[in-house]
Nanobody
Framework: QAHLVESGGGLVQAGGSLRLSCVAS????????MGWFRQVAGKEREFVAG??????????DYADSVKGRFTISRDNAKNMVYLQMNSLRDEDTAVYYC?????????????????WGQGTQVTVSS
């Protein structure tokens, strides 16, 4: 398992942007599926964005609620994953988690991820 650490959360006004970062140790992210999830107190953790492997190449996947506003990316040299969040809305307020899974796992399913960060709070104010 990898040790993942997120950063970049904070308080932002609606319509603003934030960039979350996730650095990993103990695992090479370039050969793993990567995901960003979020959770609001009292609700289940939900998929936000991910980098999956379809057997031939890596692809990016997004929840419908963030498509066109959020972008996931990976820097293999730094062993880091990012989530660029633009046009933030009140409903984006949550704790955001970075996670890693074996390559080829189902990118949207929480249970396929075997390494998780501690989470970073994102609060969007209107």
């Amino acid at each position: 398992q990898a040790h993942l650490v997120e950063s970049g959360g904070g308080l932002v006004q609606a319509g603003g942007s934030l960039r979350l970062s996730c650095v990993a140790s103990g695992r090479t992210l370039s050969s793993s599926n990567m995901g960003w999830f979020r959770q609001v107190a009292g609700k289940e953790r939900e998929f936000v964005a991910g980098i999956g492997w379809n057997g031939r190449y890596y692809y990016h996947d997004y929840a419908d609620s963030v498509k066109g506003r959020f972008t996931i990316s990976r820097d293999n040299a730094k062993n880091m994953v990012y989530l660029q969040m633009n046009s933030l809305r009140d409903e984006d307020t949550a704790v955001y988690y970075c996670a890693a899974a074996p390559r080829g796992a189902r990118v949207r399913e929480v249970t396929t991820y075997d390494s998780w960060g501690q989470g970073t709070q994102v609060t969007v104010s209107s």
